[in-house]
């Protein structure tokens, strides 16, 4: 009797019936999250190669001296930086404008003179859009940071 108990014990263990159904359930989550987060951090770094692309268009744009219709030197590059990147919404308080004068070592506010070094600085805040990716980030967002320095162009009038 014992022995015809272990005989269904082995062919139950020797049969294969719904072993692709359970790999299957242990797999599937695994690589969605995989395949997700994979799209996340694509997505992250196509918006820092953007801003990257950005910053530098924008202060080509600012050191000339050039302005955009009525708007001010700061807000000129602010919309050449936002020309440059029209699939994210870069906000004013993400942009921070320093100069340099020649001969000095300090960074001050602003966009400087002609022949001082201007820098733009942008810090950005890409928000995951997975939500199980997001998890894994404190505030569910990292923060992209690009500057790029040029030194401005003489201004003849």
Known sequence: MK???NRGVMRRLRDARGNAMVEAAIITPLLLF????????AAGFYAYLALENGVSQALRFGIT???SGDLN???SIKKAMRDATP????????FTFSHMTPGDADWE????EPNDISKVTVNYEWTMMT????ELFPT????????????NEPRFE
């Open 131 to 134: 939500p199980l990716v997001r």
């Open 65 to 67: 001296g050039n302005l």
């Open 109 to 112: 506010p602003g966009t400087g």
């Open 34 to 41: 995989l395949t997700f987060a994979i799209v996340d951090f």
């Open 73 to 75: 030197h700061e807000e």
């Open 87 to 94: 699939f994210l919404t870069i906000e004013d308080g993400d």
């Open 140 to 151: 569910g967002a990292f923060n992209i940071r690009v500057e790029s320095a040029m030194k």
């Open 3 to 5: 022995r015809h108990r």
